[in-house]
């Protein structure tokens, strides 16, 4: 199936700095992909929707400028959180869609976040 | 936009029983629900999906059922083994994007 990498795996970093989580599909081109936060024990929660080439499209409730997101090829997404905080230590996985219809969504391996 | 919930939240069966987990959604225009599997600290594995067109699909001792009308599907696993232990999360396509159920954590006891 397809493949979708997510780096780093784990990361723990000071409050204020600022971390960015690579998600790359490794064997097809992705214009669109993904990126969700999971807290322990819950759902995945879709932050936003990165678009190669033009901005990403955010939910409700999600800071943009906190949250920054470039899509600047057809493989590479990013996510860099800014200025983190200890609330911002959570799981954060990408995902990027293929098959038919570009309904089917693999994920990235996901990225352990700990602000200390 | 699209909501789904999924019950029940956990979910204990004997080795060699069924599960089911049920879903519903409210957005008519959904067309496409996945099953996903997590192990802990693990990404979500894809293990069957239905499209609007299909009323049930099987593959192996995994069932998924649609009810269009009613707007809720199922995953049926038959004969569960202790490796089938984990989250479960339903999805629904709607509006372009996935939308996860809450998950129901399984656990298979031998």
């Known amino acids: 199936g397809a493949v979708v990498s997510q780096h780093p795996s784990r990361v723990i970093c000071k409050s204020g700095t600022s971390v960015k989580i690579e998600c790359r599909s490794l064997?097809?081109?992705?214009?669109?992909m993904f990126w969700y936060r999971q807290f322990p024990k819950q759902s995945l929660m879709l932050m936003a929707t990165?678009?190669?080439?033009?901005?990403?499209?955010?939910e409700q409730g999600v800071e943009k400028d906190k949250f920054l997101i470039n899509h600047a090829s057809l493989t590479l997404s990013t996510l860099t959180v800014t200025s983190a905080h200890p609330e911002d230590s959570s799981f954060y996985i990408c995902?990027?869609?293929?098959?038919?219809?570009?309904?089917?969504?693999?994920f990235g391996q996901g990225t352990r976040l700990t602000v200390v | 936009g699209e909501n789904v919930e999924q019950h029940p939240s956990t979910l204990s069966v004997q080795e060699g029983d069924s599960a089911v987990i049920k879903c519903t959604y409210s957005?008519?225009?959904?067309?496409?629900f996945p099953w996903y599997k997590q192990e802990l600290g693990k990404r979500p594995q894809l293990i069957i999906d239905?499209?609007?067109?299909?009323g049930e699909k099987k593959d192996q001792r995994i069932a998924v059922t649609l009810n269009k009308t009613a707007k809720h599907f199922s995953l049926h696993i038959t004969e569960t083994q202790p490796e089938d232990s984990a989250v479960y999360f339903c999805?629904?396509?709607?509006?372009?994007?996935?939308?996860f159920g809450a998950g129901t954590q399984v656990v298979v006891t031998p």
């Open positions: 239905i499209r609007s067109n299909v």
């Open positions: 990165s678009n190669e080439g033009s901005k990403a499209t955010y």
């Open positions: 064997d097809f081109q992705a214009t669109t």
């Open positions: 999805a629904a396509r709607g509006w372009g994007k996935l939308q």
């Open positions: 957005d008519s225009a959904s067309n496409y």
């Open positions: 995902s990027a869609p293929r098959g038919q219809l570009n309904t089917e969504a693999f």
